[in-house]
């Protein structure tokens, strides 16, 4: 199924294509809306969106969630109150990440979120090693400990200049070949730890 068309945004008013009905805050996903009821769990402006008001769209078969804060951004969205996803599975050339369709090369986990991690976006390769540009996005993301997982035969390169940024960031870092690595931020997410990961599944 296809996501539907999000037809006219008006304040206080949002109407969906193929649905009779109009919301003044919507959840839609492939094949179907609703409104979004803050009441059911409680959410109001800050502390913001709880992890309670995603499960039903993520459940879904979604690859990507898109928030929309408002007219004026006043609802918070922080990461601080999601957890850090599981991988699932890894073997060479294939992640999986709990709750996300899509199988990845080489991923970039956060609480709440992942993605895939394309070395083109920085120019990065396994020599000199991942950049400062390759684990700020990650880095954002409220994470206290990040875990770099450098390949099944850790031909991927960490330069100690790009360990340095992340601990002026306040971050614990780990680096590890990736099948250790993947198991110690899985032993981390499933203690509840703010753990971020970014994980290269070949070479």
């Known amino acids: 199924m296809s996501s539907p068309e999000i037809a006219s945004l008006s304040w206080g008013h949002m109407k969906v294509k193929g649905c009779s009905s109009s919301y003044k ?10 409104a979004w009821d803050w009441r059911e769990t409680g959410t109001d402006h800050y502390p913001g969106v709880q992890p309670a008001d995603l499960e039903e769209v993520l459940k879904k078969g979604i690859d990507l969630l898109v928030i ?21 599975s890894l ?5 999986k990440v709990k709750g996300c369709s899509s199988s990845y090369k080489d991923c970039k986990v956060w609480p709440g979120g992942s993605r895939a991690w394309d070395w083109r976006e ?20 409220g994470i206290d400990l990040l875990v770099i997982g450098r ?19 306040g971050v614990d870092v780990r680096v590890l070949q990736t099948e250790k690595a993947v198991a110690e931020y899985n032993k981390l997410a499933g203690q509840g730890a703010k753990v971020g990961g970014v994980f290269h599944s070949t070479c």
């Open 151 to 169: 390949g099944m035969s850790e031909a991927l390169q960490v330069p100690s200049s790009t360990l340095d940024f992340v601990k002026q960031k």
């Open 25 to 34: 805050d919507c959840k839609v996903w492939p094949g179907g809306s609703r």
């Open 68 to 88: 929309g804060r408002g007219m004026s951004e006043a609802l918070q969205v922080s990461s601080r109150n999601m957890s850090s996803p599981e991988i699932a």
């Open 122 to 141: 920085t120019g990065t390769d396994h020599y000199p090693g991942v950049q400062p540009a390759d684990l700020e996005e990650v880095l954002k993301k």
């Open 91 to 95: 073997s060479w050339g294939h992640m």
